[in-house]
């Protein structure tokens, strides 16, 4: 049963260690979007990994091909932008505060473990203990 568990919590763990990787996914997501959008917004803007059609392009399939990137960027972002929506509001909806702000400030935030020790004013064995409780409650 005891197996059972750890590999439950460390199931848990790697599903909350990957909101940081989509949340920075969709930033960086959301900064190439933008940068499409100029260049559809201004077609003299070269962007240095598009196709360049030999210099000589039509403006229309170049368009097209902008708004059909730009879509699949959108959708991109939407779908780590769900997923990390997900995981913070299973956190938001845990009923101990403590432990909801210890996994904030690791998983959320991304903090360390001697910072939160700092931050919730614990020692770092009880720190532990409240995150193992944490885990069982997610």
């Known amino acids: 049963m005891e197996r059972e568990q750890k590999q439950e919590l460390e199931q848990k763990k790697e599903y909350l260690q990957s909101y940081l990787p989509k949340f920075s996914a969709a930033k960086r997501l959301e900064h190439e979007i933008e940068r ?3 260049a559809r917004i201004n077609p003299c803007i070269k962007i240095d990994n598009m196709n360049h059609f ?3 392009y039509d403006l229309s399939s170049y368009m097209t091909s902008l708004d059909i990137l730009v879509s699949t960027l959108f959708k991109a972002r939407y ?3 769900k ?3 997900e995981i ?3 956190i938001e909806f845990m009923e101990d505060e403590t432990e909801k702000e210890l996994l904030k400030l690791r998983y959320l935030k991304g903090l360390k473990w001697d910072k939160i020790c ?3 004013g614990f020692e770092w064995a009880q720190i532990h203990r409240i995150h193992r409780k944490a885990l069982e409650h997610f």
């Open 54 to 56: 030999n210099e000589t």
């Open 118 to 120: 700092l931050e919730l």
């Open 79 to 81: 779908d780590r932008i």
């Open 36 to 38: 499409f959008q100029q």
């Open 83 to 85: 997923a990390y929506t």
């Open 88 to 90: 913070f509001n299973r």
